[in-house]
């Protein structure tokens, strides 16, 4: 049996709670199409969150690495195609704000994902649920672990896939914003344990 190491995050900013890290939580240790689940919860700090990911992957020597991360407003399932050498944006959860940082300076512009974005994104409409490929993670704390992670794998080789899909706030997160769009965290849960069967395809 493979191993898929799914990564989620704690809460930041002004949100009370974030629907990856339940997520990830109960699917921790379940078998889907053909995967074990090892879920993890990921720290909101530049400093933290590229480190704690990189020493799961280690530890654990996944076939595949999806992390997660939500994108209050966002109205859709979202693979993201690319991540940047760029750190910038709102302080993280240890009031850390840089700006126009490089992740690693000697590294590559940008990784593209090498994770099956165009299928993930038929198999969820094929399920009626509404997804799409980003073109952008931004450049906050899920950008930095992406670049990080395909940065690593790039460097050392192999086969190992990775990449990152942002999910849309929840129905209980939204119901505190009032502005932006919430989803039943079982359908979100859902659709990432279809986005782990789209691997086998
Ligand atoms: N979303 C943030 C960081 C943690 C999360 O869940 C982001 O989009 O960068």
């Known amino acids: 049996m493979k191993t898929v190491l799914l990564t989620g995050f704690e809460s930041f900013l002004d949100h009370s709670l974030n629907p990856t890290e339940s997520i990830v939580q109960s699917l921790d240790g379940q078998q889907i199409g053909g995967y074990n689940v090892v879920g ?27 992390s997660l991360g939500l994108a209050a407003g966002r109205h859709k ?21 840089p700006v126009d940082a490089p992740i ?3 590294g590559n512009d940008a990784y593209f994902s090498t994770l099956p974005i165009r299928r993930m994104v038929e198999t969820l409409g094929e399920q ?16 930095h672990v992406m670049y990080t992670m395909l940065h690593t794998l790039h460097q050392k080789g192999g086969h190992t896939r990775a990449g990152f899909i942002h999910i849309p706030a929840s129905f209980e997160l939204a119901s505190e914003n009032k502005k932006i769009p919430g989803w039943p965290l079982a359908m979100l849960q859902e659709a990432v344990q279809l986005i782990i069967q789209s691997l086998e395809e």
Do not use: K, M, W
Not at 46 to 56: K, S, V
Not at 80 to 86: D, M, Y
């Open 128 to 143: 009626g649920i509404p997804a799409d490929v980003s073109n952008t993670a931004g450049t906050y704390v899920c950008n």
């Open 104 to 106: 690693h300076p000697e």
């Open 40 to 66: 993890r919860v990921l720290p909101v700090t530049f400093e933290q969150a590229g480190e704690e990911l990189l020493a799961y992957y280690e530890e654990h020597q996944p076939d595949v690495v999806i």
């Open 77 to 97: 399932i979202t693979p993201e195609r690319i991540a940047i050498n760029v750190q910038d944006g709102a302080p993280d959860n240890n009031g850390h704000t």
